[in-house]
């Protein structure tokens, strides 16, 4: 965990129950500083390991872009890093070199993500009052955090080289535009 309270409330949980554990400081932007850490610690390899998180990947620490990207961006988002405003491309690119270097860690097991997502503005205003998106726009706007829509979200995982497994990939809810999925990748 990135919060060191969370991670020792969680250690102490889990010893309170009686389950064994590793329980290490750890950043979603950083995999190979959490790999090396792992193994030092505890002779465990993170590609050993299914990876799994929930709500984590758009509440990284954004990382400017080390390859512009020429693309017209996908996104209808707006975003902002310490108050200086993001563009879209540089976004969508943030996210794509972000999943990259999870790549070559979830090649033997995958990995399993629940993730916030934005809607199109047309779409918002056509459920006005239905969806929650002028809400978890405005909080996580606030709080820099980077909710892309389901398809540029997949799309920039594709091009980061990982394959979304359909059999295993949800969006909730089915029946309106979705802000949430469950997407299985593979690398």
């Not at 829509?149 to 029946?175: C, K, N, W, Y």
């Amino acid at each position: 965990d990135f919060n060191q309270e969370a991670l020792v409330a969680t250690a102490d949980h889990f010893r309170q129950k009686g389950v064994k554990g590793h329980f290490i400081w750890g950043d979603i932007g950083d995999p190979d500083r959490l790999a090396l850490d792992l193994y030092e610690l505890h002779g465990v390899r993170l590609g050993d390991l299914m990876s799994v998180r929930s709500f984590l990947d758009h509440n990284r620490v954004y990382n400017p872009p080390i390859i512009d990207r020429p693309e017209a961006p996908m996104s209808s988002g707006a975003f902002a890093f310490r108050g200086k405003r993001l563009k879209l491309r540089n976004v969508e690119q943030s996210l794509k070199e972000h999943l990259m270097k999870w790549s070559p860690y979830v090649a033997q097991h995958g990995l399993l993500m629940i993730e916030l997502h934005t809607v199109a503005p047309e779409n918002a205003r056509l459920m006005q009052g239905k969806l929650p998106a002028t809400a978890y726009d405005a909080t996580h706007g606030f709080s820099d955090q980077y909710i892309l829509e389901i398809p540029v979200f997949d799309a920039m995982a594709a091009e980061a080289g990982l394959e979304m497994q359909a059999e295993h990939s949800r969006t909730f809810p089915s029946s309106l535009p979705a802000t949430v999925s469950l997407r299985f990748f593979r690398a």
